[in-house]
């Protein structure tokens, strides 16, 4: 349990369907990361938000739209997504941006 | 280019053996992280480095600023260890660089 949880941890949806990810984390954080792990490539940086503000959106596809509510919850809506965006999500947290990094268990998603 | 490179790509060692994986930088760092991600897609920082060494349990972190490298290495390595290994850096007040992680998997 490292104090940020996502759900769910595994999502399969149709290409014309609306879904999203959701990560809250426990820890008291004011900085959360949206992460992409896609086979055999590095980790990618998505989104960052630090105090609910979006600080870095790391040239994502608009079919991917993030929401910070609060700083403890974070939002992935997804839409209109495409088969290559199957992969491993990952959210994360940091007490401020360039800290200690806590990361959740992921959300595996499938595209069909 | 800001760059991060990983070795071994695979490493299959036998219960006990003493294990190193390595990870060298393009540029000046302000930060190195060791994460390690289990089968289930989980992630667990290990260690956040800037000089030095640090230890927690049979995990030791080691880092050279002068040669741009740090090492992971694991005493004593068990089962329960097989996972993906993950070096990040910061350069400077960037985000973070991934590698593309280290298998270890640890025979009994």
């Known amino acids: 349990e490292t104090g940020v949880t996502q759900t769910p941890r595994h999502l399969v949806m149709g290409m014309t369907n609306k879904k999203s990810l959701k990560c809250e984390q426990h820890?008291?954080?004011?900085?959360m990361y949206w992460y992409k792990q896609s086979a055999k490539k590095p980790l990618e940086l998505m989104f960052v938000?630090?105090?609910?503000?979006?600080?870095e959106n790391n040239s994502v596809p608009s079919r991917f739209s993030p929401e910070c509510p609060n700083s403890s919850h974070l939002f992935l809506h997804l839409h209109t997504l495409q088969p290559e965006d199957s992969a491993l999500y990952l959210c994360a947290s940091s007490q401020v941006l360039g800290d200690t990094i806590y990361f959740g268990e992921g959300s595996w998603l499938t595209v069909v | 280019k800001n760059e991060v490179e990983q070795s071994p790509q695979n490493l299959t060692a036998q219960e006990g053996e003493f294990i190193t994986i390595n990870c060298s930088y393009s540029?000046?760092?302000?930060?190195l992280h060791w994460l390690q991600q289990h089968p289930g897609g989980g992630i667990v920082s290990l260690f956040m480095?800037?000089?030095g060494k640090k230890k927690h349990g049979r995990l030791i972190a080691t880092i050279n600023i002068q040669e741009k490298h740090s090492s992971l290495h694991i005493t004593a390595s068990h089962p329960r260890d097989s996972a993906v290994y993950i070096c990040?850096?910061?350069?400077?007040?960037?985000?973070?660089?991934f590698g593309t992680g280290t298998r270890l998997t640890i025979i009994p």
């Open positions: 938000y630090n105090f609910k503000e979006q600080t």
């Open positions: 990040a850096v910061r350069f400077g007040n960037e985000k973070l660089t």
């Open positions: 480095l800037s000089s």
């Open positions: 820890l008291g954080h004011n900085a």
């Open positions: 540029v000046g760092i302000s930060a």
